[in-house]
């Protein structure tokens, strides 16, 4: 999260580029009700950061029914220049990682902040999926799937927390995959939904093993778990994405989960650019792909509803393209877009969560920042 505020635009107004099937991207600003408009806020969060506080590398975003904001960050991915006033001996005046898990309020302002090692848990080692669920409790994973260098072991879980910070539960354990059937561990688990109808926490698991798998969110008793197009999911070794071959019959990163007030979980399948719909029991209902020809990094990386009563629009995370996707809830289609690569602000670099709050505000994250954009246009919240 940059302090540096000089090299941010003193006001920025974002426009949708539409994309026409067939034809190059429009050059031109498209205005449409249909679709939200935004500008950059650059007054949240408040800056600077408390406490000389410095944050990492942020895996995970989160809104809240108050409309705060939560962020999860790694704070190992702090360089030693970032960190110097920890050091002993001291190195410098700047700085202190932050606790892993930050709550803002609506102004942006720190609310409080917790997280690490602690009695009776296993703390992840590569922070990564925060999840705020309809009772306030707050879920957070890892996505390590290989050992640290240091003999860290791979992050094989997640946790439930009170927001105070208070340990609840923990579902699986530390360790090598044991496969994408075996339900007593995990794998690199992305993120995680919990269903207020059934209680129940949806896990994007993830970029170990390659499934959706369900767990009672109160005694993480195992439920069920579905593959690609709610088949049984496999490890078996899948070839280099070919944005020509026909799409894989299994998920290949398994990054996001959301469930939607109708029932629906969506499930964002990274590296496959794809997005795919189930019911609850993982009846598969439909996929989605966007913009198939995109390697690297994906461009299906996270998704948020809009706040209306229908939740209409979706807002897609695009990391491989540096931009978010507008896109109609009903049948998928693109409505339009907006973002490009950069540094400065209202620019996306390794952009990776997102999320709507209830009055349309649209929070990104990136490696070591949050940007908050608001709507100045687009469908009404109700």
């Known amino acids: 999260m940059s302090n540096n505020i000089t ?8 426009s949708l580029i539409w994309s026409v099937p067939g034809t190059a991207l429009a050059a ?6 249909d679709v939200p408009e935004y500008k950059l806020d650059m007054t949240w969060p408040k800056l600077p950061i408390p406490n000389n506080w410095a944050i990492g590398w942020i895996g995970g975003i989160e809104t809240d029914a108050r409309g705060h904001v939560w962020i999860y960050h790694d704070p190992h991915m702090l360089g030693n220049w970032l ?3 920890a050091a002993t001996p001291k190195r410098g005046l700047c700085c202190v990682p932050a606790p892993p898990v930050i709550e803002f309020d609506r102004e942006g302002n720190v609310v409080r902040a917790w997280g690490g090692p602690g009695e009776g848990y296993d703390w992840p080692s590569s922070e990564h999926g925060i999840h705020v669920d309809y009772k306030g409790n707050v879920w957070v994973s890892g996505s390590r799937t290989r050992p640290g260098e240091d003999g860290v072991p791979e992050d094989g879980m997640v946790l439930k927390f009170s927001p105070e910070g208070e340990f609840l539960m923990q579902i699986g354990s530390p360790g090598p995959s044991k496969g994408s059937l075996d339900t007593t561990r995990l ?3 992305a993120n995680m ?3 207020p109808e059934m209680n129940e926490v949806f896990i994007a698991d993830g970029y170990g093993n390659k499934r959706v798998i369900v767990f009672d969110a109160d005694t993480g008793e195992f439920k069920r778990q579905w593959g690609a197009y709610g088949k049984p999911p496999t490890d078996e070794k899948l070839p280099s994405y070919d944005p020509e071959a026909p799409p894989s019959k299994q998920f290949r990163l398994v990054h996001c989960i959301r469930i939607s007030k109708d029932g629906l979980v969506y499930v964002c399948d990274r590296l496959n650019d794809r997005l795919q719909v189930f019911e609850r029991d993982g009846t598969f209902v439909q996929e989605h792909i966007y913009d198939k020809e995109t390697l690297g990094s994906g461009s ?4 948020t509803f809009w706040p209306d009563a229908e939740q209409s629009i979706m807002a897609i995370n695009d990391p491989g393209n540096f931009r978010v996707r ?6 998928g289609e ?5 973002g490009h690569y950069g540094t400065y602000g209202g620019e996306f670099d390794r952009n990776h969560e997102l999320k709507f709050d209830s009055e349309g505000n649209l929070f990104v994250s990136g490696d070591f920042r949050v940007q908050k954009f608001t709507p100045t246009g687009g469908p009404p919240l109700k």
């Open 7 to 14: 090299r941010w635009a003193a006001a920025l107004s974002l």
């Open 300 to 303: 299906v990386g996270n998704v």
């Open 187 to 189: 794998s690199g688990p």
């Open 28 to 33: 031109e600003t498209v205005k449409t009700p």
């Open 326 to 331: 507008f896109v109609r809830r009903s049948d």
């Open 193 to 195: 939904a919990v269903d």
């Open 83 to 85: 960190t110097g006033a």
């Open 334 to 338: 693109v409505l339009g877009h907006f």
